[in-house]
């Protein structure tokens, strides 16, 4: 016997199957219940048949041309159709249709309410538009009497015995129902407002720049990076051109600042790799490479340039907040780190991030955990809205990391430098969050490839776009009607681009989850590692999973464009974000404090400790005084001559009072 289980017992279905058809055996009594199921069950077959294998629309001929005698009459030409429930419309000779009437017919049963002006009365434009409309009707015909049966309540009179398909003609208003199904919608759907999907992608984007570097540098402190050939012709070029630009009066305009400020992130990146070699590297190198004899002029012409830079409109030259984020941290972190003649040995961190080229500075770090903060609330927010979801263990994934909280913004040129600690946790956070986006990205582009079935709410079938003037129809027009297409309606819209669709979902569904892998540390010598190339340019997007979503969100030409999902953006009032910038100060100056406490409770034990040394030595010098009672806890015999010391009588009773010696006694005091 079966029990119900929820979802199912050993893979059976809970629900009652949509289709039953009756079985028959010799010796059955067959009722009118048999063959209408029976009737049902083939019918309905049919009507599934039609409208999932290939959906609505005219399938041939119902065209709709001027009737010769003028009017407000058009004709309908033989066709076939299928409305959106699967039901054949077929007209089988020319029918006359009164527009006029219907349009009567409209308003009579709208109570009134038209599309445009009356009949007898032009619009505006001249006219108004209908749509006429094919619909699907049946008839109960050829009625009989029924015999006599012994059902306690029989019908009376006759019933009905045939049903007859057939149809009519109405108007609507022209705005009819497009049941075709673009792919695009339904990624639409899972990405939500495309501005703030795209800044999500664009944050993550810059933040891909910076992930393994940030390991890098937070694993090998204390390791030079390789200076190798390719550094050393980046030094070279960047050299020779700031020479030739760096100077001149005035901030640069913003082409200038854009190329400048190229040349400096690479010219300091080949000096910041020069200077975590220790001086016998530095040496070595010099030999290896002469052009690095210049490295003083480098240091020189660096800093000519980010004094120019500094009054630059980094925000004209780059109108996108990020890549204006990281050329700022570029003058900044130079003037701070390179440009001194030594550099700046007490910022490790610091100088190996911009040996990279990926500069990391005080600013830069606040955007990178604001930046952190917005892609996992994203991420959340579309997940919480996902109704298709196939990555079951993505939103866990996702709210399980830990994004470092919200700092204020530092002031302008801040040089605050950075801990391991920090570093490793936004490196940590940003590769986690990469790889949830990426996953969510493929879920949704993948789930993109299985059609909905469609959702029938109007089953008529447009037949032709009707323009009246006055009474009379002038214009008809039914090239943009739906017509039924290989595949259905699904997929009529995917065939241009169904094939390469396939073939990038074999290279990108179905894989196992994606993991983000460290960059390996050798075990000795330097650390090979890529200069961050195009981290100021335009982040163009590649990749099989790229190609993908611009397949599905690009309407190729005559394709039904996406449709957008409208939903209410919430803003956070200023008064919540007011306070949650007080609650980032209040957190940063709590950890000033805590980090205060911490040093002054290591000086006063080291000054305890100090004391203690002190004591003992002091102790160990002078001489012990003779009215001091001996230090031993112990009964010991009597001590010598001149250094006694009078004891207590009895150990319960509380000590006596001390009094000076013979020896000690001023003149005049009595014992």
Same mark, same amino acid.
């Given at each position: 016997?079966?029990?119900? &289980?929820?979802?199912?017992?050993?893979?059976?279905?809970?629900?009652? /199957?949509?289709?039953?058809?009756?079985?028959?055996?010799?010796?059955?009594?067959?009722?009118?219940?048999?063959?209408?199921?029976?009737?049902?069950?083939?019918?309905?077959?049919?009507?599934?048949?039609?409208?999932?294998?290939?959906?609505?629309?005219?399938?041939?001929?119902?065209?709709?041309?001027?009737?010769?005698?003028?009017?407000?009459?058009?004709?309908?030409?033989?066709?076939?159709?299928? *409305?959106?429930?699967?039901?054949?419309? =077929?007209?089988?000779?020319?029918?006359?249709?009164?527009?006029?009437?219907?349009?009567?017919?409209?308003?009579?049963?709208?109570?009134?309410? *038209?599309?445009?002006?009356?009949?007898?009365?032009?619009?505006?434009?001249?006219?108004?538009?209908?749509?006429?409309?094919?619909?699907?009707?049946?008839?109960?015909?050829?009625?009989?009497?029924?015999?006599?049966?012994?059902?306690?309540?029989?019908?009376?009179?006759? =019933?009905? +015995? !045939?049903?007859?398909?057939?149809?009519?003609?109405?108007? %609507? &208003?022209?705005?009819?129902?497009?049941?075709?199904?673009?792919?695009?919608?339904?990624?639409?759907?899972?990405?939500?407002?495309?501005?703030?999907a795209d800044q999500a992608r664009t944050r993550?984007?810059?933040?891909?720049?910076?992930?393994?570097?940030?390991?890098?540098?937070?694993?090998?402190?204390?390791?030079?990076?390789?200076?190798?050939?390719?550094?050393?012709?980046?030094?070279?070029?960047?050299?020779?051109?700031?020479?030739?630009?760096?100077?001149?009066?005035?901030?640069?305009?913003?082409?200038?600042? $854009?190329?400048?400020?190229?040349?400096?992130?690479?010219?300091?990146?080949?000096?910041? !790799?020069? #200077?975590?070699?220790?001086?016998?590297?530095?040496?070595?190198?010099?030999?290896?490479?002469?052009?690095?004899?210049?490295?003083?002029?480098?240091? +020189?012409?660096?800093?000519?340039?980010?004094?120019?830079?500094?009054?630059?409109?980094?925000?004209?030259?780059?109108?996108?907040?990020? $890549?204006?984020?990281?050329?700022?941290?570029?003058?900044?972190?130079?003037?701070?780190?390179?440009?001194?003649?030594?550099? *700046?040995? #007490?910022?490790?961190?610091?100088?190996?991030?911009?040996a990279q080229g990926t500069p990391l500075?005080?600013?830069?770090?606040?955007?990178?955990?604001?930046?952190?903060?917005?892609?996992?609330?994203?991420?959340?927010?579309?997940?919480?809205?996902?109704?298709?979801?196939?990555?079951?263990?993505? $939103?866990?994934?996702?709210?399980?990391?830990?994004?470092?909280?919200?700092?204020?913004?530092?002031?302008?040129?801040?040089?605050? %430098?950075?801990?391991?600690?920090?570093?490793?946790?936004?490196?940590?956070?940003?590769?986690?969050?990469?790889?949830?986006?990426?996953?969510?990205?493929?879920?949704?582009?993948?789930?993109?490839?299985?059609?909905?079935?469609?959702?029938?709410? *109007?089953?008529?079938?447009?037949?032709?776009?009707?323009?009246?003037?006055? &009474?009379?129809?002038?214009?008809?027009? +039914?090239?943009?009607?739906?017509?039924?297409?290989?595949?259905?309606?699904?997929?009529?819209?995917? @065939?241009?681009?169904?094939?390469?669709? !396939?073939?990038?979902?074999?290279?990108? &569904?179905?894989?196992?989850?994606?993991?983000?892998? %460290?960059?390996?540390?050798?075990?000795?010598?330097?650390?090979?590692?890529?200069?961050?190339?195009?981290?100021?340019?335009?982040?163009?997007?590649?990749?099989?999973?790229?190609?993908?979503?611009?397949?599905?969100?690009?309407?190729?030409?005559?394709?039904?464009?996406?449709?957008?999902?409208?939903?209410?953006?919430?803003?956070?009032?200023?008064?919540?974000?007011?306070?949650?910038?007080?609650?980032?100060?209040?957190?940063?100056?709590?950890?000033?404090?805590?980090?205060?406490?911490?040093?002054?409770?290591?000086? @006063?034990? /080291?000054?305890?400790?100090?004391? /203690?040394?002190?004591?003992? $030595?002091?102790?160990?010098?002078?001489?012990?005084?003779?009215?001091?009672?001996?230090?031993?806890?112990?009964?010991?015999?009597?001590?010598?001559?001149?250094?006694?010391?009078?004891?207590?009588?009895?150990?319960?009773?509380?000590?006596?009072?001390?009094?000076?010696? +013979? !020896?000690?006694? %001023?003149?005049?005091?009595?014992?």
């Amino acid at each position: 016997m079966r029990t119900d &289980c929820g979802c199912g017992c050993g893979g059976d279905a809970t629900r009652t /199957s949509a289709f039953v058809r009756p079985r028959f055996f010799a010796g059955q009594l067959l009722t009118e219940d048999d063959l209408s199921l029976l009737v049902e069950y083939t019918t309905a077959k049919a009507r599934l048949h039609n409208r999932s294998l290939y959906g609505p629309g005219v399938i041939c001929g119902l065209g709709v041309t001027c009737d010769p005698c003028g009017g407000g009459t058009v004709a309908v030409h033989p066709g076939h159709a299928l *409305d959106c429930a699967g039901n054949d419309i =077929v007209v089988p000779c020319t029918e006359r249709v009164d527009i006029t009437a219907l349009v009567r017919e409209r308003r009579i049963s709208a109570l009134g309410v *038209d599309c445009g002006e009356n009949c007898d009365n032009d619009g505006d434009d001249g006219g108004r538009r209908y749509g006429l409309y094919a619909r699907y009707r049946e008839l109960p015909v050829e009625p009989v009497a029924p015999y006599a049966t012994e059902e306690p309540c029989p019908a009376p009179g006759c =019933v009905p +015995s !045939r049903i007859q398909e057939g149809y009519q003609f109405v108007v %609507k &208003c022209d705005d009819f129902e497009d049941h075709r199904h673009n792919p695009g919608t339904r990624l639409l759907m899972a990405l939500g407002d495309l501005a703030r999907a795209d800044q999500a992608r664009t944050r993550d984007r810059r933040l891909g720049f910076y992930t393994d570097a940030l390991t890098v540098a937070s694993l090998g402190t204390g390791r030079a990076f390789r200076f190798d050939a390719a550094d050393a012709q980046r030094y070279a070029t960047a050299l020779a051109w700031l020479r030739e630009n760096a100077g001149g009066e005035g901030p640069p305009a913003p082409p200038t600042a $854009r190329e400048m400020t190229e040349h400096v992130r690479a010219l300091a990146a080949a000096v910041a !790799r020069y #200077d975590t070699y220790d001086a016998a590297g530095q040496a070595q190198l010099a030999r290896d490479y002469p052009d690095l004899a210049t490295v003083r002029e480098a240091r +020189s012409t660096l800093g000519t340039a980010c004094g120019r830079l500094g009054g630059a409109d980094l925000e004209a030259a780059w109108p996108d907040p990020p $890549r204006a984020g990281i050329a700022r941290a570029v003058v900044t972190e130079t003037a701070a780190r390179v440009v001194p003649e030594r550099g *700046d040995p #007490d910022a490790p961190l610091e100088v190996r991030m911009l040996a990279q080229g990926t500069p990391l500075g005080h600013a830069l770090r606040v955007e990178f955990r604001a930046d952190l903060g917005l892609i996992r609330e994203w991420l959340l927010c579309r997940l919480d809205q996902a109704t298709d979801q196939a990555d079951c263990a993505l $939103r866990q994934d996702t709210a399980a990391v830990d994004v470092p909280p919200l700092l204020p913004s530092p002031p302008p040129d801040s040089t605050e %430098k950075a801990t391991i600690a920090e570093v490793q946790q936004i490196a940590e956070a940003a590769a986690a969050l990469g790889t949830a986006l990426r996953r969510f990205l493929t879920d949704a582009a993948c789930a993109t490839l299985n059609p909905p079935c469609g959702d029938c709410t *109007d089953t008529d079938v447009l037949l032709a776009h009707l323009e009246l003037d006055g &009474c009379d129809v002038v214009r008809v027009c +039914s090239a943009t009607r739906e017509q039924v297409l290989p595949g259905g309606s699904a997929y009529g819209e995917w @065939l241009p681009k169904l094939y390469r669709l !396939r073939e990038l979902a074999e290279r990108v &569904c179905c894989r196992p989850v994606p993991r983000y892998q %460290k960059p390996t540390m050798p075990s000795e010598g330097p650390v090979a590692r890529p200069y961050a190339d195009g981290l100021l340019g335009d982040w163009p997007r590649t990749g099989d999973l790229e190609e993908m979503l611009s397949l599905l969100l690009t309407p190729a030409p005559g394709e039904t464009p996406p449709k957008a999902l409208h939903e209410q953006v919430y803003t956070t009032p200023s008064e919540v974000t007011d306070s949650m910038q007080e609650l980032a100060r209040l957190r940063t100056r709590v950890a000033d404090l805590t980090a205060a406490v911490e040093g002054l409770r290591a000086q @006063l034990g /080291s000054a305890q400790t100090q004391v /203690s040394h002190l004591e003992e $030595r002091v102790s160990s010098r002078a001489p012990e005084p003779s009215g001091e009672p001996a230090p031993e806890p112990d009964p010991t015999p009597d001590p010598p001559p001149g250094q006694g010391a009078e004891q207590p009588a009895e150990p319960a009773k509380p000590p006596a009072k001390r009094t000076r010696s +013979s !020896r000690t006694r %001023k003149p005049g005091e009595t014992p």
